[in-house]
């Protein structure tokens, strides 16, 4: 279950928001479950070959956004929260959307022409889409 996880040395971010993001991504799109149990703070530790006090952060701080629930005694696993997978997509959205436009900012690029690509962008997935069907 923990074995999919990837933890980067060379990512400039701290191990648990590394840890909390993939947690999220599993979530928003669907491999884990309300409900479903998911590895102890013990056993990701040792999987990931990090400190148990960084996986422990990882999941109060996913606990906090309401993405998890731990129960002394009987783990941690995916909070029943409905519509919780969307809620993250958003989130994974809202979080890209800012990025291109620190990213349109840097590069000295006008609101409308940002707006201009996005709509481009999505044409060409739509017709990539429509050429595999």
Do not use: C
């Not at 840890?19 to 991504?25: N, R, Y």
């Not at 998911?38 to 530790?45: E, F, T, V």
């Amino acid at each position: 279950m923990s074995g999919d996880f990837v933890i980067s040395q060379t990512d400039k971010r701290p191990i648990y928001l590394q840890i909390m993001e993939q947690i999220k991504q599993r979530v928003a799109v669907g491999d884990w479950t309300e409900g479903q149990a998911i590895p102890s703070i013990r056993q990701l530790a040792v999987d990931l070959q990090v400190s148990v006090i960084t996986v422990k952060r990882a999941y109060l701080e996913l606990e906090r956004e309401g993405v998890i629930i731990t129960q002394q005694g009987k783990g941690s696993q995916v909070a029943s929260n409905p519509g919780l997978g969307m809620r993250l997509q958003e989130q994974e959205l809202e979080n890209h959307l800012e990025h291109a436009a620190r990213l349109a900012d840097l590069l000295g690029i006008r609101p409308k022409e940002l707006e201009e690509r996005l709509r481009q962008a999505y044409d060409r997935r739509t017709e990539n889409e429509k050429e595999q069907v």
